[in-house]
């Protein structure tokens, strides 16, 4: 008979977000009174902005008609995309893209997942830890991960905590990984790397052949002028470093699906011969036979982002959300709590308070006062001890929220059974 | 350092599609004056139809405003499609799904390409030849299909032939294969498989535990009561088949993305302990991992196709193509040439006469008449002395086609060098 791909049944079975899901849908059904607010899952509740809603209604009309209909697009994206992305996004700060260097995609989540397809399969792996679970996941699927241990780590990947121990700035790693995944402005944590901490990441692959994954997801949410916003304004990252991008919280195109992936023609990876190959080609060969291309109209709402009205559009929703940022940050730290990120990053990291571990600490805000967040352990071992909270709430769930948590005092006096 | 993988330097360099677009590109410099008619790629050109533009409007109006703005979607897709799909596409043929054995998505092309990542490395594959080229590479970039041989074939893929010989109709594999792809209607001949002919396959897959892959994208262009739309209308396929369906030439969605996926709890495979493992839950986990759900608005925009007035748009739009497909039938017909397909299937699948091979075929056909085809070749050895022509062009293009077919006389008069 034909068998599965075993390395499927290695993963365990509950996603952090689903489990989640079914300890606030039981609470609800117990205490159908409770007005729960979820500041939980990372998802965006601003609508569309105005701008990307016309250039949709445009592009609609256009697949209406037989003149301007547009069938298969260019499995790579649209030039008119591509060519508003480099201008608008890496020429201003100084990195020149050609055009065939950037591959759009219907998600980065969709990227980085699939990026890992075009390297060999033995390649060691290292993530930061706490880590968004996609890297860790699709890697265990191809076999990469070997065994899950009794701690929570995979015994074939290279871990690299991040922790208030060492202020979230993860270690060179102490045994050489072939591919580096690095996400910042970071999600879980919110916290980011100013441009000599990147740099020295950089070095290293360079030193040490080692391919870097940078996920900059959040880098539209960098506020302080330290914080590099992609990897290729740091010298020498073109040899060493793919990036991901996406539309998703930038312009809230989560439920859209729009993102972009950058391989430069100077990163390479070797065969089995030795010899030196461009991932380039490798990926456009990829994404040529798997994939057709992003929709065209999705394109065109893109593109509208970057228009000036665009730009002034998501700016004003993003500071939005920056201003939760910065309720949650002041109300988690008036009841006491240790708090991190939130600055340059949609995402608020606490520690939870008095050795509490990060699901009893979600069971007090979810049962106490009606908060729904996530635990860090969720995350990955080095997330123990820790919770997120998001910044994408409406201004009067969050308000709400904080009002909940300041009228409850201290943390000593709701945390807890 | 970082190594690629070596399975992707085995894939010959050059895709079909691009070498065509490559030498039309040099005809068309050097002849400026040449008006090229393209029935080569199958792609549509009828707009999307008016039910579809009025949902996809009405959808992106909901997304501009906070009240009804969607953001993550299920990665499954939402219900409102699923039950659609079970209730138009299924439940008249008599065939019962769940909700959760229903994967909606962005392709069928990702979705076949992708499929066979949750089974084992090592399974062996059978594919009909002419294929179209996905199910072979994707399963090269897996590592399946051993070395390319100077005859074109892989050595370790099991390949059926279908030929005029014996009516493009595959005999069952003389070797047994783990995963046997099967399309029909077929692309690249456009011919098709009756209930009994298909019912071999099913009972083959059973009595050898063998997975059938069915691809049935071009279901909605079948005219004869003879021929299954779904391959669950045969008795007993729940337990051994995956079926993929589209909307992309169903409802000329090739630009706007949307396809789905079914697969039966019953369909099993072995793990390393011999174990039966369902199929349904490992593709989930995969979807969940990898994949970020299909646009809200381009669900809807599917969602409509089942609307009364979706229906009879798109059937409008069906018949035209399959006017397009008799015509060329005849025409190729009275120009003396041996003809398949086009009856339930908007492909057009010609012998080349006089021995002549599938590219030199594709060179007169462009120099001598000015019209784009695809030669067999491209789609495996089996496709060789075979040209396909697609009744996707628009009307006015394909009269003018037949018509200089029909000028130039018998294809021994224009044809050949």
């Given at each position: 008979m034909v068998h599965v791909?075993?390395?499927?049944?290695?993963?365990?079975?509950?996603?952090?977000?689903?489990?989640?899901?079914?300890?606030?849908?039981?609470?609800?059904a117990a205490h159908p009174e409770a007005k729960l607010i979820r500041l939980g899952i990372g998802d965006v509740t601003q609508p569309l902005p105005p701008a990307v809603?016309?250039?949709?209604?445009?592009?609609?009309?256009?697949?209406?008609?037989?003149?301007?209909?547009?069938?298969?697009?260019?499995?790579?994206g649209y030039s008119f995309l591509i060519d508003a992305i480099r201008e608008h996004d890496f020429l201003p700060r100084g990195i020149e893209l050609s055009g065939d260097e950037i591959f759009i995609s219907d998600g980065a989540k969709c990227d980085v997942a699939n990026f890992?397809?075009?390297?060999?399969?033995?390649?060691?792996?290292?993530?930061?830890?706490?880590?968004?679970?996609?890297?860790?996941d699709s890697n265990v699927m191809a076999g990469r991960a070997g065994e899950l241990g009794p701690d929570g780590r995979w015994s074939r990947l290279v871990y690299l905590p991040c922790t208030a121990e060492n202020n979230f700035i993860p270690a060179l790693p102490e045994k050489r990984p072939?591919?580096?995944?690095?996400?910042?402005?970071?999600?879980?944590?919110?916290?980011?790397?100013?441009?000599d901490e990147l740099a020295r990441f950089v070095e290293y692959a360079r030193e040490k052949e080692c391919l870097i994954l940078f996920d900059a997801a959040y880098e539209a949410f960098i506020q302080e002028d330290d914080v590099p916003h992609s990897i290729y304004e740091i010298e020498g990252a073109r040899e060493v470093a793919v990036e991901f991008r996406s539309f998703s919280k930038t312009a809230g195109f989560t439920g859209l699906r729009c993102?972009?992936?950058?391989?430069?023609?100077?990163?390479r990876a070797r065969d089995a011969q030795n010899t030196l190959r461009a991932l380039n080609p490798l990926w456009n060969r990829r994404q040529t036979t798997k994939y057709n291309g992003c929709p065209y109209i999705v394109q065109k709402a893109a593109a509208a982002v970057y228009t000036k009205e665009g730009q002034a559009q998501i700016r004003a929703a993003i500071d939005g959300y920056m201003e939760n940022?910065?309720?949650?940050?002041?109300?988690?730290?008036?009841?006491?709590?240790?708090?991190?990120?939130?600055?340059?990053?949609p995402y608020i990291w606490l520690k939870t308070p008095g050795d509490m571990d990060s699901w009893t600490f979600f069971e007090s805000l979810l049962t106490r006062l009606g908060l729904v967040g996530t635990p860090g352990a969720g995350f990955g071992p080095s997330g123990e001890g820790y919770f997120r909270l998001t910044a994408f709430g409406g201004r009067e769930n969050t308000m709400e929220a904080m009002r909940r948590?300041?009228?409850?005092?201290?943390?000593?006096?709701?945390?807890?059974k």
């Open positions: 791909n075993d390395n499927y049944l290695k993963l365990p079975g509950s996603y952090l977000f689903s489990e989640i899901s079914r300890r606030v849908s039981a609470y609800q809603i016309r250039a949709l209604h445009e592009a609609v009309d256009e697949q209406a008609c037989a003149k301007t209909f547009k069938g298969y697009g260019p499995e790579q890992q397809e075009i390297l060999g399969g033995d390649s060691v792996v290292a993530v930061t830890d706490p880590v968004y679970p996609v890297y860790v072939d591919v580096l995944y690095l996400c910042f402005p970071n999600n879980p944590t919110g916290t980011t790397l100013k441009y993102a972009f992936v950058v391989v430069p023609k100077e990163v940022a910065a309720l949650i940050r002041t109300g988690l730290a008036e009841s006491g709590l240790q708090v991190y990120g939130g600055v340059n990053a948590i300041r009228e409850a005092g201290h943390w000593s006096v709701w945390c807890g």
